[in-house]
């Protein structure tokens, strides 16, 4: 039995979420330093710098809908409240059926006109990224008096009555602050806490500028995170952790531990298919028309039993294609080809057929592309099978010698196995399906 709290019920059913991902373009009034896109936001140049028309934006979302079957979207900039036409643009995601989520550092919206204006608009929500809290918050965001901008946002968000829930980065400086933030989760109201550890992706991945100076070893993480995520179960509030070993949670808290292999559960994570045609150039670029939705069976050809190999075949053809553009067509019908065949094989061997293989296995690909790796313990591990791993970036600091084999007797494949035990948060509209 669901019971329904603040307009949603919490349930440990999980299901495959249906959310979209749209990058308006890497505009932004902050300079994070854990930024994913700090080059694009810093160069004015980079063609996924400039905010995209507002057009191309809902071509996008059509596409979402029509071909994706989205039933829900977090848009995202840079900073989206930044984007001249947002209010139109949310306004039409809520009326073609995706429920519109901006992610965001909500300090434009210290002023509370906005805050009307975006409620009026039909915002479902807002994911607010608060990676720390007064001097630290301006240090990591590289603006002073950020942080007391976005704590007066959130003082109108809350006047508004739009829902909201917190995105926190794990920065070494902001460990020690994570138990006041959570804390102000809960006199706020935040429906969600997220945590997000090491896990330089885009601009960041290899970037010299990370080092034992600016990033958290997991054990620190876990010193810390562990009464934090005590407090917010004792509180009711959900909280995730993204991209941590399983092992370096507590037994009872493994149920927040969202790897690539268990995000597609989460309602509140992107749809891996539809992500992987956002993620490409042209669906983030201001120039240029939006490109041909990927095929599920194209996706899956990356998927695999052998990410890693299919990996280097992927990047080869790609390469091949920027160098002789001509060639392109030739190429994407081998490309479609193999990838029936091979589709065919896997579904012959049982592998493959079913909704959450495709998932799965996407996520592997994932993990193939940051160079996640697995220590000597990770091989007598029962939940190797469902784990990351560690960060090759991560590694290459601080080395794989934090894990340890979690021994429960048999392996486990099932990415659920954990945290189907974790009551997540399910909104009214998504009842039908979710719950
Ligand atoms: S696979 Fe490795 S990193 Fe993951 S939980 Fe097991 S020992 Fe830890």
Redesign the pocket.
């Known amino acids: 039995m669901n019971i329904e709290t603040n307009g949603y019920k919490k349930t440990q059913k999980r299901v495959l979420n249906k959310r979209a991902v749209l990058w308006l373009g890497q505009t932004c009034n902050l300079r994070c330093q854990f930024c994913y896109f700090l080059e694009r936001i810093e160069s004015a140049s980079h063609k996924e710098h400039p905010f995209m028309t507002l057009e191309k934006a809902k071509a996008i979302c059509s596409c979402l809908v029509d071909f994706y079957h989205n039933n829900a979207i977090d848009i995202q900039g840079g900073e989206p409240t930044l984007y001249r036409e947002i209010l139109e643009l949310t306004q039409h995601c809520r009326n073609i059926g995706l429920l519109p989520t901006l992610i965001t550092n909500a300090v434009l919206l210290c002023k509370r006109t906005r805050c009307s204006e975006l409620k009026a608009a039909g915002v479902r929500d807002l994911l607010i990224s608060v990676h720390g809290l007064g001097d630290n918050y301006d240090s990591l965001v590289g603006v002073k008096g950020a942080s007391k901008k976005q704590m007066a946002a959130l003082d109108n968000i809350i006047a508004e009555g739009i829902p909201f829930r917190f995105n926190c980065v794990l920065s070494k400086t902001t460990l020690r602050e994570l138990m006041a933030i959570s804390e102000l989760a809960h006199n706020t109201g935040a429906r969600v806490v997220n945590f997000i550890t090491f896990n330089p992706f885009e601009d960041q991945h290899n970037s010299a500028k990370l080092s034992n100076e600016n990033v958290a070893n997991y054990t620190d993480v876990k010193t810390y995170l562990t009464p934090v995520m005590d407090y917010l179960e004792d509180v009711g509030i959900e909280c995730n952790v993204r991209y941590l070993?399983?092992?370096?949670a507590e037994e009872r808290h493994r149920k927040n531990i969202y790897n690539f292999q268990q995000n597609p559960y989460d309602l509140h994570e992107w749809d891996y298919v539809s992500w992987s045609w956002t993620a490409l150039k042209p669906q983030r670029m201001k120039d240029g028309e939006i490109t041909k939705p990927i095929d599920r069976r194209t996706i899956s050809l990356e998927s695999m039993q052998f990410p890693v190999a299919l990996k280097f075949a992927t990047d080869a053809i790609q390469k091949l294609i920027r160098t002789y553009p001509h060639t392109r067509a030739p190429i994407e019908a081998l490309y479609r080809e193999i990838s029936f065949v091979v589709n065919t094989v896997k579904q012959k061997i049982g592998r493959g057929s079913r909704e959450e293989d495709f998932y799965r296995d996407n996520a592997l690909v994932r993990t193939s592309q940051c160079d996640y790796c697995?220590?000597k313990?990770?091989k007598k591990?029962?939940?190797?099978g469902i784990?990351?791993?560690?960060h090759g970036d991560y590694a290459s600091i601080f080395g794989?010698n934090e894990?340890?084999?979690?021994e429960l007797g048999t392996k486990i494949y099932d990415p659920t196995y954990y945290i189907s035990r974790q009551e997540k948060v399910v909104e009214a509209e998504d009842y039908g399906w979710a719950l």
């Open positions: 070993p399983i092992c370096m697995y220590s313990e990770c591990c029962s939940v190797q784990c990351d791993g560690f794989t894990a340890s084999a979690i």
